[in-house]
């Protein structure tokens, strides 16, 4: 009776219960990484450094994706972005992103690493040590590359491996 029509759905997902189809073919909208540390972090060197790795691994996934993507006949050019976010998680866990649009395509690593490191610098110097920092290339190019690649199914239900 709270709740209205939403009730229903509630309480089918409360319970697990998901009625509604896989999509296995959805479009892709962002490529990132992110690393949650043991201990909470400040130093800027240490700050700096993390960033670097997680530079490093989201740009393996962008690579990954362009590979997917011309094993599937789509152009390499097309994995490619526009906005850059950086996603800080401090120790009383609130979180902080931060966000550059460009005119251009984000289609190198060395681009991407340039606003990373820029978004970072700007947040400096942060408000309390954090647990957690990511970094995210967004706003995809729609063309066929950004699309994730069919994986094997059977009766809608996806691979684990």
């Known amino acids: 009776a709270h709740f209205g029509s939403f009730a229903e759905y509630l309480y089918r997902a409360a319970r ?3 009625l509604r189809p896989v999509r296995t073919h959805r479009q892709r909208k ?7 540390f ?3 972090i400040s130093a800027t060197e240490e700050l700096r450094d ?9 740009w393996e996934r962008v690579e990954n994706a362009r590979a997917k993507a011309q094993d599937h006949g789509a152009s390499k050019a097309l994995v490619r972005g526009r906005t850059v976010t950086l996603k800080v998680k401090y120790r009383d866990f609130q979180i902080m992103t931060r966000a550059k649009s460009v005119t251009y395509w984000v289609e190198e690593k ?5 606003l990373g490191r820029a978004l970072l610098e700007e947040a400096m110097p942060l408000a309390m040590p954090i647990r957690l920092m990511g970094l995210t290339l967004s706003n995809l190019d729609p063309g066929a590359a950004a699309r994730q690649p069919p994986r094997e199914a059977k009766d809608g239900q996806l691979s684990l491996l």
Not at 50 to 58: A, F, G, K, P, S
Not at 110 to 114: E, I, L, S
């Open 38 to 40: 043991s201990s909470d």
């Open 16 to 18: 697990g219960i998901d």
């Open 30 to 36: 962002s490529i990132g990484g992110e690393r949650t």
């Open 110 to 114: 060395d681009q991407f690493a340039t």
């Open 50 to 58: 993390t960033l670097e790795r997680i530079i490093d691994i989201v």
